[in-house]
Nanobody
Framework: QVQLVESGGGLVQAGGSLRLSCAASGRTFSSYGMAWFRQAPGKEREFVCSITRDDSIIDYADSVKGRFTISRDNAKNTLYLQMNSLQPEDTAVYYC???????????????WGQGTQVTISS
């Protein structure tokens, strides 16, 4: 198993930036593809971005492309999400997830963090 703990959420004004982190422990972090999902109130959980275990393939939802950057540091067992030009519609609980095979479907991920709240004020 792998345990995931997100941090870095908070309240920022529109146009601002946040950097989320996801610390992994347990089985080898570098064995897993990783992803960020988010869930806004009253909405389904949606894919944000993903990264393969070796950084070779990175995928972004259209809604965040050009504003968000996913990265990972396998030596530190940590996944990151740099979020720039934040907008009120980015308000959600953000989750990191791990799987051997990445996809855009939440059902393809075996391990999840508890989530971190991101709130963007207009």
């Amino acid at each position: 198993q792998v345990q995931l703990v997100e941090s870095g959420g908070g309240l920022v004004q529109a146009g601002g930036s946040l950097r989320l982190s996801c610390a992994a422990s347990g089985r080898t972090f570098s064995s897993y593809g990783m992803a960020w999902f988010r869930q806004a109130p009253g909405k389904e959980r949606e894919f944000v971005c993903s990264i393969t275990r070796d950084d070779s393939i990175i995928d972004y939802a259209d809604s965040v492309k050009g504003r968000f950057t996913i990265s990972r540091d396998n030596a530190k067992n940590t996944l990151y999400l740099q979020m720039n030009s934040l907008q009120p519609e980015d308000t959600a609980v953000y989750y990191c997830a791990a799987s051997y095979y990445i996809s855009r479907s939440q059902y393809g991920y075996d391990y999840w963090g508890q989530g971190t709240q991101v709130t963007i004020s207009s």
